[in-house]
Every structure is written in structure tokens, then in C-alpha cells.
């Protein structure tokens, strides 16, 4: 696509329920990266991908997070047992390669998730 | 580790001002060095980078220069519009220590441009 896609872009969900957030990343993009964004925070990584496989899962804040992606193309961040400290937006971002490597990173709009 | 430090604002400027707003940062290795744009309800979007000592990054009339030796990358606009009201932040990636794919983020500064 034109852009990383993310979905929903709203979430509202009650304490105690899981959620998945979906990703699309630009197409041919083979790296891809989840953050999360709250106040107070900043920016914080939480993983990344590189194909299929995730080497750097360090910034995932507890085993309640996971995340996964298929077909080197779409990607799931997935939260179990929603807490209030939970809020927050997600971003998912993309590119061609390592950041390291000079390419850009794309990032989408984010899912704003709110847990009540 | 490494890290990012800029001004958290709010900076509110009137329209034609000169903006600066600073960022120093830490790191390991010798990073790569960038400015993200977050305009209301959109996503972040890169606004220039800079990858080695002395390069100067621009895009749409901002520049920011990178000092290794202030260990610096200040962003600057000579003069600033209202459609420039949006957060930027400064982020860096590092080359050493196997971590590049990752950015480090500032906490972001909110500039309103008044009309």
C-alpha cells in the first residue's frame, strides 16, 4: 500500500479483555517495528521484525504483550488481560530494511487504545 | 544506554519567528540523527536526518546541524508558519553494540504558531 495501515484506529475496551492491534506495512518493506506512545513516556520500542522473526523483543513491557507476523507482510500486537496502565497509542512502522542500514522508517497513525 | 534529551515545551511562537528548539542526546557507538513531525491527527513522519558529524539535514525550510563535539542536533526555522503547529521529536539510531534497527525518541516538544 501507500502507507503502513493500522487498525482499528480506535480502540476503547474494558479492563480484563484482550486486544489485537493490527499492522500493514508498505509493501516490500521487510523490517518492522512496534512502539508505543503514552503521556509522561515518549516514544517507547517495544519490538521489532526482521521477516517473519522477531530478534529484538526487549521492549515488550510483560508476557501479556506478544506480537507475531506472517508472510513478511502483516503483523498482530496483541495485549491479554487489558490493564488501565495499558493506554496508550500504538504505532507500527516500517522499512526496507535495518534502520541502521540508512533506510527510513515509515510510520503509521497509530491505534489509540483506551482501557476503562 | 542511550538516550535523547529536548525541550518539552509548549513553545508558542507568532507567525514569521525564528524557532529553535534543542536536542542533545548520549549514545554508544556514533549514531545516525533524526527529526519526526507529528502533525495533529496524523502519524509520525520523518522531517530530516543527518548521519554523520557536520552533515546538516533540511527539508521544508527547517535545518538542523549534527555536533559531535556538543554532542547536539538543535532544529531551526527561520521563520516558522501556522501550518508548522504540530510535536517534533528528535530520535536517534545507534550503529554500535547491534541495536541500529532501533530509534531512541525525545519526549517530544508541542509548538503552536499563532496567526
Known amino acids: 500500500g501507500a502507507g503502513v495501515s493500522q487498525s482499528p484506529s480506535n480502540k476503547v475496551t474494558e479492563k480484563g479483555k484482550d486486544v489485537e492491534l493490527r499492522c500493514d506495512p508498505i509493501s516490500g518493506h521487510t523490517a518492522l517495528y512496534w512502539y508505543r506512545q503514552s503521556l509522561g513516556q515518549g516514544l517507547e520500542f517495544l519490538i521489532y521484525?526482521?521477516?517473519?522473526?522477531?530478534?529484538?523483543k526487549s521492549g515488550l513491557p510483560s508476557d501479556r504483550f506478544s506480537a507475531e507476523r506472517t508472510g513478511g507482510s502483516v503483523s498482530t500486537l496483541t495485549i491479554q488481560r487489558t490493564q488501565q496502565e495499558d493506554s496508550a497509542v500504538y504505532l507500527c512502522?516500517?522499512?526496507?530494511?535495518?534502520?541502521?542500514?540508512?533506510?527510513?522508517?515509515?510510520f503509521g497513525e497509530g491505534s489509540w487504545l483506551t482501557v476503562v | 544506554g542511550d538516550s535523547v534529551t529536548q525541550m518539552e515545551g509548549p513553545v508558542t511562537l507568532s507567525e514569521e519567528a525564528f524557532l529553535t528548539i534543542n536536542c542533545t542526546y548520549t549514545?554508544?557507538?556514533?549514531?545516525?540523527l533524526f527529526w519526526y513531525v507529528q502533525y495533529p491527527g496524523e502519524g509520525l513522519q520523518l522531517l530530516l536526518k543527518a548521519t554523520k558529524a557536520d552533515d546538516k539535514g533540511s527539508n521544508k525550510g527547517f535545518e538542523a546541524t549534527y555536533r559531535k563535539e556538543t554532542t547536539s542536533f538543535h532544529l531551526e526555522k527561520g521563520s516558522v508558519q501556522v501550518s508548522d503547529s504540530a510535536v517534533y521529536f528528535c530520535?536517534?539510531?545507534?550503529?554500535?553494540?547491534?541495536?541500529?534497527?532501533?530509534?531512541?525518541f525525545g519526549k517530544g516538544t508541542l509548538l503552536t504558531v499563532n496567526p
Open positions: 512502522a516500517s522499512s526496507l530494511g535495518r534502520s541502521g542500514s540508512g533506510n527510513t522508517i515509515y
Open positions: 549514545a554508544t557507538g556514533y549514531p545516525s
Open positions: 530520535a536517534l539510531s545507534d550503529w554500535s553494540g547491534g541495536s541500529n534497527y532501533k530509534l531512541t
Open positions: 521484525f526482521q521477516g517473519n522473526s522477531a530478534p529484538d
